[in-house]
C-alpha cells in the first residue's frame, strides 16, 4: 500500500515562515506529480502548489505566488513546501497528495490524485 507522509507544521506568528515535507514510499508505479492542497475549517480542499516530477516544472495557486516554493529532493518522491511571510488565512490543515500520472490541470484537481498523506496543521497567529 503506498503511503504519503507529511512533516513540518505547527504554529507562527504572522510574518514567520515553515517549511513542509512530503515523503511517499512503498508506491507501487513511478510518481510523476505531486501536490500541496490545504484546507480550512468550513472551506473546501484547493491546491497550493504542485511538482512535476519527470519534467520538473512548478505551479503555484495566486494567492501564495512569491511566498512559497516547491521543490524536489533528489529522490523525485520527496517534495518540499517553504512558505514565507506567512499571514493568517494560510491557517489550514495541508496535505500532501501524489499522482502516478502527469496531470492537465497545472495545479490538478483532488480527484486526480491517487494517494493523499493525512494532513499536517499550520497555524498563524496575527
Known amino acids: 500500500q503506498a503511503q504519503v507522509v507529511e512533516s513540518g507544521g505547527g504554529s507562527v506568528q504572522a510574518g514567520g515562515s515553515l517549511r513542509l515535507s512530503c515523503t511517499a514510499s512503498?508506491?507501487?508505479?513511478?510518481?510523476?506529480?505531486m501536490g500541496w492542497f490545504r484546507q480550512a475549517p468550513g472551506k473546501g480542499r484547493g491546491g497550493v502548489a504542485a511538482l512535476d516530477t519527470g519534467g520538473g516544472g512548478t505551479y503555484y495557486a495566486d494567492s501564495v505566488k512569491g511566498r512559497f516554493a516547491i521543490s524536489q529532493a533528489n529522490a523525485k518522491a520527496t517534495v518540499y513546501l517553504q512558505m514565507n511571510s506567512l499571514k493568517p488565512e494560510d491557517t489550514a490543515m495541508y496535505y500532501c497528495a501524489a499522482s502516478y500520472r502527469r496531470l492537465r490541470e497545472p495545479l490538478g484537481r483532488r480527484e486526480d490524485y491517487d494517494f493523499w498523506g493525512r494532513g499536517t496543521q499550520v497555524t498563524v497567529s496575527s
Open positions: 512503498r508506491y507501487p508505479n513511478s510518481i510523476d506529480y
